[in-house]
């Protein structure tokens, strides 16, 4: 059989996705961009969070020109229903019934409250498998405890070992867990879909996204555990490495420089020209060297300031007032092929402007370009991993607001033309 003629893993599966903002969103688009029908369930008369975050489209804020909602939900198709109208929850319960799959992430109860809780859905749909995906899970004191991915760093613990060992704990300037939970609630989600193929039972999941955050700490909580030791915040250093930290260069660009092993010292060695200070008693082993962070970062900082150039300075260059040869300076990039010549591990700290750029993820084809009806051509982020046989299609651009009401409403709710216009005039789709 042909690579063509092969089905897509999810294809063939309905879900009727409630999900909001990052976690959820996520799960469900793993889904769509495989073959799964996905259809996000949303009203306007209380927006999905994402939908009112930037950046939007020519900077103006509208509900279809969010690319941060965008990107969470291409393949994806979009129904708008009033929950609050009296026919909005038949109305969904009628698609959930056609449906394989239901994903949420709303806090405890908000669910039951509109009659969509999990034994109601399931008197519809028997081998409905649904995933609820709170903070915190169903139960327990935090159970109802509302927030985002910034509160949920704090709550698991990444705030606390990031920052500066002398200042406050300041989180990783990104709602950090909404990228790592997603991968633990997809993998449930299919283990479930598996449990569902071989018994033909139904599965309800609850899935907290602090417990799934919490397994990124995994060496703090272990050294706590095994050791007794609490691990502070340690800035770019590292409790394994030295140097690891990142460094300026004379062009404003940085470097980020880790040697873990002897090999990569010795490398990093041959690269600066053996300097004096590199040899220094308390620099001869690793271990020693953990403890001399400060002191490398002062000579790196100093060497990386005075041994490289812009582009348009020129390349080599003699210091005024010194005597003697020329003195070798290095573009930022020239500064990283020579250490990567000399095996030390480091990179150039990259913009957006760059990672859109970067040959490596041009080569694997990360980025999608995918048309939006109101935001035009645009980028946008595919799956990380590549199936050989069944591989990525990101179909089409993240829906607009009840852009597939006419799909989703005749076809698969099964209501008429004229109970379509009659209930879009009484406000059910609002």
């Known amino acids: 059989m042909t690579q063509q003629a092969l089905k897509k893993p999810f294809e063939g599966l309905r879900v009727a996705d409630f999900a909001w903002v ?12 495989h073959g799964a029908e996905v259809i996000r369930i949303e009203s306007s008369t209380y927006p999905e969070a994402l939908r009112r975050v930037g950046p939007f489209v020519n900077d103006i804020p509208n509900l279809d020109g969010s690319g941060y909602y965008a990107n969470f939900n291409s393949s994806k198709l979009g129904m708008s229903v009033n929950f609050k109208h009296p026919r909005g929850p038949e109305l969904v319960k009628r698609l959930v019934a056609t ?26 749909r028997p081998d409905l498998l649904m995933v609820s995906m709170p903070l915190y899970g169903q139960t327990g004191p935090w159970a109802n405890y509302m927030g985002y991915g910034h509160v949920l760093q704090a709550a698991a ?22 990228f790592l939970v997603p991968h633990f609630a997809a993998i449930a989600v299919i283990a479930a879909l598996d449990y569902r193929r071989r018994t033909g039972k139904g599965q309800y999941i609850d ?20 050791n007794g030791h609490e691990q502070i915040r340690l800035g770019n250093h590292d ?31 041959a690269a600066l020209g053996r300097p004096e200070w590199c040899d220094m008693d308390r620099m001869r082993r690793r271990w020693q060297r953990i403890g001399e962070q400060k002191e490398i970062d002062r000579h790196l900082g100093f060497w990386f300031e005075d041994y490289t150039r812009t582009e348009a300075e ?10 003697g040869p020329p003195v070798r300076k290095f573009t930022t990039k020239q500064v990283v092929e020579l250490f990567q010549s000399f095996g ?20 694997r084809g990360h980025y999608w370009k995918l048309e939006h009806p109101y935001m035009g051509l645009r980028t946008y982020d595919g799956p990380a991993f590549r199936l050989s046989r069944t591989p990525t299609e990101l179909t089409k651009a993240a829906p607009m607001l009840g852009e597939d009401n006419e799909y989703v409403y005749k076809e698969l709710i099964g209501i008429s033309d004229d109970e379509f216009a009659e209930l879009m005039a009484d406000g059910a789709m609002e």
């Not at 613990?157 to 909404?178: K, M, S, V």
Request: proline share 5%; charged share 20%; glycine share 12%.
């Open 344 to 363: 030390v591990p480091c990179g150039i700290v990259q913009s957006a402007e760059e990672m859109h750029a970067d040959p490596q993820l041009a080569h």
């Open 22 to 33: 990052g976690v959820g969103p996520t799960v469900s688009k793993y889904l769509a961009d």
């Open 207 to 226: 899935f907290s996204q602090l417990e799934a955050g919490v397994h990124g700490l995994g060496t703090a909580i272990l050294d706590w555990t095994a």
């Open 314 to 323: 020129a390349e080599f260059q003699t210091e005024e007032g010194v005597e």
């Open 157 to 178: 613990g990444y705030n606390h070992l990031t920052g500066w060992e002398d200042g406050p704990p300041i989180g990783t300037g990104i709602a950090y867990t909404d």
């Open 239 to 269: 409790m394994e490495a030295a140097p690891h930290n990142a460094y300026r260069c004379r062009d404003g660009r940085w470097v980020a420089v880790a040697c873990v092993t002897e090999k990569h010292w010795e490398g990093l060695k």
């Open 99 to 124: 449906c394989d799959v239901v994903t949420e992430s709303y806090t405890p109860g908000t669910m039951a409250r509109f009659g969509f809780d999990y034994e109601s859905l399931r008197a519809i």
